[in-house]
C-alpha cells in the first residue's frame, strides 16, 4: 500500500507519555500512513520507549535521532524526509482518536482547494475534570483571534493535516518561532489556499507542565516577531493586544485575588484594552468549557480509553 500521509511527531524527554502517543497513531482507522518519530536529543528514556514501541507494534515506522535543535526543526527534518502526500503533525503528549487521520484524508481528497485541514479538540489535564472542547468556525476569524491572542488557536501542530505539494518543503515551520511556529504557519497557508475546519474532534491536547505556551518571556518574543511579520496584513492593533495578552500571562502567576484586583483597575484607568483582553478571555473559557460539559460523558470517555 503506497503512504499517503506522512505523520511527523518532534520528541524531546516525553518518557511518560510517548508509548499512549504513538498507540493513538497506531489505532488509527486507516493505514496508508508511515510515522516518523524525531528524537530531538533526548536525555531520559524517551527514545528507548519509542524503539521498544515500534519493534512490538505494527507499522510503518521510522524512528531519527538528531542533535537537539527545538521542535520547529525536528518537525522540519521529519517534513524533509517524508514520502506522503499529506503532511499530519502530532506532539509527543497528546492524543488522536482512531477516526482523525481518516476524515482529514477524505476532506483533503474531496476538495482540491483546501491545503490544510484542521479538527475541532479538547484540551484536558487529567481524566477527571472536565475537558474544554475548542470548535472553530470560520478560518479567517479563527487565524485572526489566533494572531491577537484572544482566542484559541487551531491547534496546528498536533492535529494539522498539510497538502504536502502545496508549499516547498523548506518553508514550513519558522525555527526562529519557539512557540508560535503552528501560528505563522496557519496564516501562511490561508493565503495559499483554503484552510477546511472539521468539526469532529480530532485531538486530545494535553496540558502539562513547561509547555512553551506558559513561558511568557518566550512567548513575549515570537508575539514580536509576528507583530513585525503580519502588522501591515490586519487593522487590528497587534502590539497592544500583545501587551495585554502577556500582562494576564504573568498576572496569573500572582494569583486570583491580584488578577481580580487588577481587572477591577483596569475597568477605571486607561487600561481598557487589558479588561477587554481579560473579557474575551474569559468568554472564550467558558465556552469551551461549556461545550466540553455537553460532551463530557464522551469526550472523557475517550480520554480514559487512549490514555490508559
Not at 511527523?8 to 510517548?18: A, D, S
Not at 524525531?38 to 507494534?57: C, M
Not at 496557519?186 to 472539521?198: C, E, H, N, T
Not at 512567548?219 to 516577531?225: A, D, F, I, M, T
Amino acid at each position: 500500500m503506497p503512504v499517503e500521509i506522512s505523520v511527523i511527531i518532534p520528541l524531546y524527554n516525553k518518557e511518560e507519555f510517548i508509548e499512549r502517543t504513538l498507540r493513538s497513531v497506531a489505532s488509527q482507522d486507516i493505514h496508508n500512513w508511515e510515522c516518523i518519530i524525531i528524537d530531538d536529543g533526548s536525555t531520559d528514556s524517551s527514545l528507548k520507549k519509542v524503539r521498544e514501541f515500534t519493534n512490538n507494534h505494527p507499522g510503518n515506522w521510522r524512528v531519527i535521532e538528531q542533535v537537539n535543535s527545538g521542535q520547529a526543526r525536528a518537525r522540519n527534518h521529519g517534513v524533509e524526509i517524508a514520502e506522503g502526500k499529506y503532511l499530519a503533525f502530532l506532539d509527543a503528549d497528546d492524543l488522536w482518536p482512531a477516526d482523525k487521520l481518516r476524515l482529514q484524508f477524505n476532506a483533503l481528497e474531496n476538495d482540491t482547494e483546501a491545503v490544510l485541514a484542521l479538527s475541532a479538540f479538547a484540551i484536558f489535564r487529567g481524566h477527571r475534570s472536565v475537558p474544554r472542547v475548542v470548535r472553530h468556525m470560520n478560518p479567517q476569524k479563527m487565524n485572526l483571534k489566533w494572531l491577537l491572542m484572544n482566542g484559541f488557536g487551531g491547534g496546528l501542530e498536533s492535529v494539522g493535516m498539510i497538502r504536502g505539494s502545496s508549499v516547498p518543503k523548506n518553508e514550513l515551520f519558522d525555527s526562529s518561532l519557539s512557540t508560535s511556529s503552528g501560528l505563522d504557519l496557519s496564516l501562511r497557508m490561508a493565503v495559499i489556499g483554503k484552510i477546511l475546519l472539521l468539526p469532529q474532534i480530532g485531538l486530545y491536547y494535553r496540558l502539562s507542565e513547561g509547555q512553551w505556551h506558559g513561558d511568557s518571556s518566550e512567548l513575549g518574543k515570537n508575539l514580536s516577531l509576528l507583530c513585525n511579520r503580519y502588522q501591515g496584513a490586519f487593522k487590528a492593533n497587534l502590539t497592544s493586544s500583545h501587551a495585554a495578552y502577556l500582562f494576564w500571562l504573568s498576572a496569573r502567576g500572582f494569583g486570583k485575588k491580584y488578577v481580580l484586583m487588577e481587572a477591577f483597575k483596569s475597568m477605571f484607568t486607561l487600561h481598557d484594552k487589558r479588561f477587554h483582553m481579560l473579557a474575551s478571555l474569559i468568554i472564550r473559557n467558558v465556552s469551551s468549557k461549556l461545550r466540553g460539559l455537553v460532551m463530557q460523558r464522551q469526550t472523557l470517555a475517550a480520554i480514559n480509553s487512549l490514555d490508559s
